[in-house]
C-alpha cells in the first residue's frame, strides 16, 4: 500500500498536510494522486477543522485601485468606473492576497455582483457587464484548492439585479436568490437555488412580496430574505421579512417590523451566535433581540461609517468602509463575547479599494 509520505506513517504524514497553508493547496495537490486525493477529501477538512488548524476567511469583492504614473513611487488615483476583483482576507493574520481575475471577463468582476461561499468554493453571481451595465445572467465558479475558474449554468429568466443571495451554510452546497428587479425595473418575487454540486438552478416557491435591493442570510438554518421594496415604492424600503424552510422548501409567513424603521438592509448579517445584526445608517452596529426589539452594541468607528460592510463569524464581527465616499478603506474587529472594543486591521494601500459585497468561509 503507497504512504502518503515514504517512512512516515499515514498518521503523522496526515498530521504535516493539515497544517499546510490555505494558499499552498494548489501545490500540495499537484504532487502526486495520493495528495490529492487527501486533499479533496471531506474528511480531511472536517478533521482540519476538529483539529483547530481551520481558519476564517474573508472574501470581499473590492476595487482595484487603479495605479498613475508619479515618479518613482507608484500611487494610487480615484477612477469614475473602478475594475472589481476578488481580494481574500485572513482577519487573524492581517493578509491579504488578490484571487486570478475570471478569465473571460478582462474588466473584472461584473458590478453589484453577489458572491458566496460554498465548501471550499466561491460562486459569482449576476451583476452588471462593467462596459454596458447590462445585467448577467452568468455565474463563475472558483475553486480555492486548484484555484481555477470554470463556468457554471447561467441564472435562469428573467435577467435580475440586486437580488438577495446567500449560501446555505449546512453542507448541501446550494447558493439562494430571492427578489431584485428585472431589466423594467419591475421589482421580482420569484425564487431559485443553485446546486453547485449539480451545476443546475432548481426553482422555488415565490416569496409573498416584491422585494428590490433585498437582503438573504441564513439564520438559524433558514433562509432569511429581508427588506427590499416593491415595484410602485421605488427606494422606500420596507421593514418586513420571510424565511424559507430548509427541510420543506416552502416560505412561512411574512413577519413584519423586522427592520428598524425603512432602512436599506444591504449591511444585515448573521452571527454566529444565531442572532441578526446590522449597521445602522446613525453609524452603530445593533443587534435583534429575540422579543424582537434592537439593542446597540457598538459604536463603528468614524472612519469606517461610510459604505460598510459587515461580515460576521464564529463570534467576531468585522466591519469595512471609509470615512467618506470615494476614501480609503478601513477594517475593524470586534469581538462578541461581551467586548465593545473593536481592534484594527491593518489595510495594505493596493486593498483600500470600496467593496461592493463580500462573505465569509472557513478553510
Given at each position: 500500500m503507497q504512504e502518503l509520505i515514504p517512512g512516515l506513517p499515514d498518521e503523522i504524514a496526515r498530521d504535516c498536510l493539515l497544517r499546510v497553508h490555505y494558499e499552498a493547496f494548489r501545490t500540495v495537490r499537484s504532487v502526486c494522486r495520493l495528495w490529492k486525493q487527501e486533499l479533496e477529501s471531506p474528511s480531511f477538512h472536517r478533521l482540519r477543522k476538529s483539529s483547530g488548524l481551520s481558519r476564517p476567511v474573508v472574501v470581499l469583492a473590492q476595487a482595484e485601485p487603479p495605479y498613475s504614473s508619479g515618479g518613482p513611487a507608484q500611487k494610487y488615483a480615484a477612477s469614475a468606473t473602478p475594475s472589481y476583483?476578488?481580494?481574500?482576507?485572513?482577519?487573524?493574520?492581517?493578509?491579504?492576497?488578490?484571487?486570478?481575475?475570471i478569465p473571460v471577463l478582462p474588466h473584472g468582476l461584473p458590478l453589484f455582483c453577489q458572491i458566496a461561499a460554498v465548501g471550499r468554493e466561491l460562486v459569482v453571481v449576476g451583476g452588471w457587464d462593467p462596459d454596458t451595465w447590462a445585467a448577467s445572467d452568468g455565474v463563475y465558479v472558483y475553486n480555492l484548492e486548484s484555484a481555477s475558474w470554470r463556468r457554471g449554468a447561467r441564472m435562469p429568466a428573467p435577467r435580475r439585479s440586486f437580488f438577495a443571495c446567500a449560501a446555505s451554510p449546512d453542507g448541501d452546497r446550494r447558493v439562494f436568490v430571492a427578489g431584485g428587479h428585472d431589466?423594467?425595473?419591475?421589482?421580482?418575487?420569484?425564487?431559485?437555488?443553485?446546486?453547485?454540486?449539480?451545476?443546475?438552478?432548481?426553482?422555488l416557491p415565490d416569496i409573498a412580496r416584491e422585494r428590490d435591493e433585498c437582503k438573504?442570510?441564513?439564520l438559524r438554518g433558514n433562509y432569511h430574505v429581508i427588506g427590499g421594496y416593491a415595484t410602485e415604492a421605488q427606494g422606500l424600503f420596507g421593514r418586513s421579512a420571510e424565511a424559507l424552510d430548509a427541510a420543506s422548501w416552502n416560505w412561512g409567513p411574512v413577519e413584519e417590523d423586522v427592520l428598524e424603521g425603512s432602512t436599506c438592509?444591504?449591511?444585515?448579517v448573521a452571527g454566529g451566535d444565531g442572532r441578526l445584526y446590522v449597521c445602522r445608517a446613525a453609524g452603530q452596529v445593533a443587534v435583534r433581540e429575540a422579543a424582537g426589539g434592537w439593542r446597540t452594541v457598538a459604536e463603528v468607528p468614524e472612519d469606517a461609517r461610510v459604505a460598510p460592510q459587515l461580515l460576521a463569524f464564529d463570534r467576531e464581527l468585522m466591519v469595512m468602509g471609509s470615512a467618506c465616499h470615494g476614501g480609503?478603506?478601513?477594517?475593524?474587529?470586534?469581538?462578541l463575547n461581551g467586548k465593545t472594543t473593536w481592534r484594527q486591521v491593518e489595510v495594505p494601500p493596493e486593498y483600500s479599494g470600496h467593496v461592493?459585497?463580500?462573505?465569509?468561509?472557513?478553510?
Open positions: 476583483r476578488l481580494v481574500l482576507c485572513s482577519p487573524t493574520t492581517a493578509t491579504w492576497d488578490s484571487l486570478p481575475p431589466e423594467e425595473k419591475n421589482a421580482l418575487k420569484s425564487a431559485m437555488a443553485y446546486d453547485v454540486e449539480r451545476d443546475a438552478w432548481d426553482p438573504g442570510v441564513f438592509p444591504r449591511t444585515c480609503a478603506q478601513a477594517c475593524y474587529m470586534l469581538d461592493q459585497a463580500s462573505c465569509c468561509l472557513e478553510i
